[in-house]
């Protein structure tokens, strides 16, 4: 009888401990984020707001709004006005489009600090109104990799 009587509590223990890895596994979830080195300790930022100029110049600046005012610009570069979004991948040595220099604002201790990128690539599609970028580069403060997927504000 005493058996029967622990099955609940043991039931109750379980369940509640279930609940617990979910709230942690739904914690690491790196979509909308990008992760920068902060010496050797991984920081990530989480991506609110994606922001692209196409103002008939050669240039695209792609800018993924985080926490805090901190973001990434990536720079689209070619040998023709840019009039939407491109779709497809991209790095610096692609033909015709190029993804050329990112720059990394993120911040420690209270301090921001700017970081260009080299060796570089993004990948970039269109589902309806939603956009994917998916990105990473290499910088003075190490690898950084992240994605943004949702709506996009056109500025022109």
């Not at 989480?46 to 008939?56: D, E, F, H, P, Q």
Request: proline share 3%; charged share 20%.
């Amino acid at each position: 009888m005493k058996i029967l009587k622990l099955i609940p509590i043991l039931l109750l223990m379980l369940s509640t401990s279930a609940c617990k890895k979910e709230k942690i596994d739904a914690g690491n979830d790196t979509k909308n984020s990008l992760t920068y080195q902060n010496a050797g300790n991984p920081k990530t930022i989480k991506l609110t707001r994606a922001v692209v100029s196409i103002r008939g110049t050669k240039n695209m600046p792609i800018v993924l709004r985080g926490e805090n005012s901190l973001a990434v610009t990536l720079y689209l570069d070619d040998i023709n006005v840019f009039t939407e979004i491109p779709e497809g991948s991209f790095t610096r040595n692609s033909n015709g489009k190029m993804f050329n220099s990112a720059t990394l604002y993120y911040q420690v201790n209270e301090e921001s600090f700017t970081v260009q990128g080299i060796d570089r690539q993004i990948s970039i599609k269109k589902a309806g109104n939603n956009y994917t970028f998916d990105f990473e580069f290499t910088s003075g403060m190490g690898l950084v990799k992240g994605n943004y997927t949702g709506p996009v504000e056109v500025q022109r």
